[in-house]
């Protein structure tokens, strides 16, 4: 596939999930047997689809206004490297966090490789500490 084919697939999966959220688009991105490898570090066990779908419902549920906006991406062979502003209002639990009202404006960075059109591998970093002050967790 051409670089910008896999850039594609990365955008059109990121412009899923915001409002209106196409859960079809979100799940048919990724090919079977995605590696979830970015996840693990967050809930502690390996991510396989169906866990990952578990974990964006609720996430969507702590978040129901989230915007992505991609700032920016670089493809090179099968790798979409991408920096994503991410942006809603805190309506449900969050990272273990009791809904707070607060409006959150925080970074995500990552990795996902892109095989046959889909998402074969996908590895994020989350602003985290950004995060949990904007919901008054730390003080940092």
């Known amino acids: 596939m051409a670089l910008e084919d896999n850039k594609d697939v990365v955008r059109r999966f990121e412009e899923a999930g915001n409002d209106p959220k196409d859960l079809d688009a979100i799940w048919n991105s990724f ?13 502690g066990h390996t991510f396989t689809l169906e866990d990952y779908k578990t974990f964006l419902l609720s996430y969507f549920e702590a978040l129901p206004d989230v915007v992505f906006t991609i700032e920016d991406m670089v493809a090179e062979d099968d790798k979409v490297w991408f920096r994503l502003n991410i942006q809603g209002t805190h309506r449900g639990t969050l990272r273990g966090v009791p809904a707070t009202g607060n409006r959150v404006n925080y970074t995500q960075i990552g990795m996902f490789r892109v095989r046959d059109g889909k998402i074969a591998e996908t590895n994020s970093y989350f602003d985290n500490v950004t995060l949990l002050k904007q919901l008054g967790v730390t003080a940092i």
Do not use: S
């Open 31 to 43: 090919a079977p047997g995605c590696q979830f490898t970015g996840l693990p570090r967050q809930a």
